[in-house]
């Protein structure tokens, strides 16, 4: 298994001497935005869209990125090269950078950008054929009147604070509402359902990161004729559904068999998912 690829301001690390300053404002006050993407047979899966994804929320948050999408294409390619392995991991970092112990975003000069390739797993493999229980955390998604969620934020407080629901209820992911009540997403991913056949999520406006995985499963939906809608969910639509499952970079699709004690479908991984978990993964291999 080869070791970690790290990349941090232009110079090639390990996880020993990887470092950040104590005072970069992503330490300090977790400002700045992230990309997690995932290696298929040695590229990086819709690397198009999470460069765009990346610079939209720089951009919104009026975080200077001190390198040009190019510059960060051919460091990207020469870290596949080190890596040398056909799978794995990257997470890309842009953090405001080092500055004051102040709040002041223009006392921090200059952005600080980094990269890690690595291995990833975050479910056994055998989740995958079996679903998982999940249940609804009590905290709710930071309203879009103070974050927007189409932001990929280094901020994710609620999303800890959720995940630790779910822990201490014995399951490993949480669904969260936004402040309406609405289903928003999970911890960490974004969130289907089918009912009647017909694939729906979260849209974007009720809390919903427009995730890559996310994108691509639509695609596939349509490919292959299946009816889907982005909509406004409410519990009873997830408890109700005939199929559910969650879909991210990290984890993939992940069906969910269970919310709240609530039983989906049948409590099994249902075909629509099934399907939808091909053609996602032959999505991977083009």
């Not at 999520?201 to 596939?220: C, F, S």
Request: glycine share 10%; proline share 4%.
């Amino acid at each position: 298994m080869s070791e970690a690829v790290i990349w941090i301001d232009g110079q090639w690390k390990t996880k020993e001497t990887a470092a950040v300053s104590v005072y970069d404002h992503g330490v300090l006050y977790g400002d700045g935005v992230f990309e997690g993407m995932r290696i298929y047979g040695g590229r990086v899966f819709r690397l198009g869209d999470h460069l765009t994804r990346l610079l939209e929320s720089a951009h919104t948050l009026m975080l200077a990125i001190p390198y040009s999408r190019a510059d960060i294409e051919a460091m990207l390619a020469q870290a596949l090269a080190r890596w040398k392995q056909p799978d794995g991991y990257i997470r890309l970092v842009v953090t405001r950078g080092p500055g004051t112990l102040g709040l002041d975003p223009n006392k921090s000069p200059r952005a600080t950008v980094f990269c890690i390739l690595d291995n990833i797993q975050l479910y056994p493999a055998e989740m995958y054929e079996k679903g998982i229980p999940i249940i609804t955390a009590s905290t709710r998604r930071t309203p879009r009147s103070s974050a927007e969620a189409r932001v990929k934020s280094l901020n994710y407080l609620n999303n800890i604070l959720a995940k630790i629901e779910a822990q201490r209820a014995g399951v490993l992911e949480a669904l969260m509402l936004n402040t309406e009540g609405l289903v928003a997403e999970c911890t960490a991913d974004n969130i289907f359902i089918v009912k009647n056949g017909v694939l729906k999520t979260p849209a974007a406006v009720h809390g919903a990161l427009e995730g890559i995985t996310r994108k691509t499963v639509l695609e596939v939906a349509t490919e292959q004729g299946i009816g889907w809608h982005e909509t406004a969910m409410a519990l009873f639509d997830v408890y109700t559904a005939d199929e559910a499952f969650m879909t991210g970079s990290g984890a993939e699709l992940m069906p969910i068999i269970e919310v709240d004690g609530r039983v989906i479908g049948n409590g099994k991984p249902g075909p629509l998912t099934k399907r939808l978990w091909d053609g996602f993964k032959r999505k991977t291999l083009d």
